[in-house]
């Protein structure tokens, strides 16, 4: 288990502004891996804006519902903001929903220094922890269009990096995401060229 | 008139991220303002985003309209993506109407480092230039709630500061921007303690 050294390291360095972009359900667990991230970049001074789906719904989105339309309009202007934050040096955690793959794919297009994170739960456990008591009230048929209960989630197809949040702590979980971001050359150790 | 010296010392540096608000009438110059001053700052070096009113709608307001309630709306979510860059070092340049002084001041509030300018060129001196033609059709009638012919404008009460573009040059009132951002502390010249 490689990765308790990677964290340790804090002579890793930013290469470059990027998004890092977690999809997942309601309750995967975006959020917390959000937290245990950006706090690593951050122990690494490196400037960290998390844009949580509930936040940015708030936010930019409000009035806006959950049909696919109103879904990809919400998408977008994460993805409008983050393309401001990642050009201007920022490392941006997305951690909104985002089900659909084709509106994911635009933003990838549109950013440029983007890695994608399948946080993955399965819908039992997800409802088990049922985190927001959301789940509950939607299998009571209370909340019209939730996700993977009556609405569509699009497993991406080849994300940079899937955290099963049913098989790893989330500090295992934070390690891996910066040992990618390593890999993929968004994050710099001492070690390279 | 000091203000070509100032533009020519590019010894110049940022000392923070700060939000440039400019407001004023449609047609008074806010556009063309940000295109000279962002070209200045960025020649020292100093990272810019001019958040200009018809893009902002376009990737944050989709669907909004005109009312006092959904022109707040879209300067909050303007003003949001504004601190967000601001507190991340970069010199943000709203140019908006943002007819409403409370919803100014809110954000004003919210982002910190602010410096409010206020674009000032008389209504008719707006309705002769007509630079989209959209004077006219308000006029006609054909845009209801047009600043400024069917909707209110409140000017700035103690705006740090005020560009009469009626009476100077693009160029000029680039500089007296830039002195300003010096005094404020915005900006740094090598002559600050």
């Known amino acids: ?52 789906g509930d936040e940015v719904r708030q936010n930019l989105s409000k009035g806006l519902g959950f049909s696919r339309e109103d879904r990809d309009t919400n998408i977008r202007r994460i993805g409008y903001v983050a393309k401001l934050l990642t050009r201007n040096g920022v490392a941006v955690i997305s951690a909104a929903i985002s089900p659909y793959r084709a509106i994911r794919d635009e933003v990838r297009e549109d950013i440029g220094a983007f890695m994608e994170v ?30 993977g209960v009556s609405d569509p989630y699009e497993e991406p197809v080849s994300p940079e990096l899937v955290i099963d949040t049913e098989r790893e702590q989330v ?16 994050l710099r150790s001492p070690g390279d060229a």
Chains 1, 2 share one sequence.
Do not use: N
Request: glycine residues 10%; contains cysteine; negative net charge.
């Open 171 to 186: 500090a295992e979980s934070a390690a891996r995401v910066i040992d990618r971001l390593l890999e993929l050359g968004h």
């Open 118 to 147: 399948y946080v993955k739960a399965s819908l039992d456990e997800c409802i088990r922890r049922d985190t927001k008591g959301l789940y509950r009230r939607a299998l009571a048929g209370e909340i019209p269009q939730f996700t």
């Open 1 to 52: 288990m490689p990765q308790p050294e990677l964290i340790a390291d804090d002579r890793i360095t930013q290469a470059h502004g990027f998004t890092l972009w977690f999809t997942g359900l309601s309750g995967s667990g975006k959020s917390t891996l959000a937290a245990a991230v950006s706090a690593e970049l951050r122990g690494r001074g490196v400037p960290v804006e998390v844009l949580d």
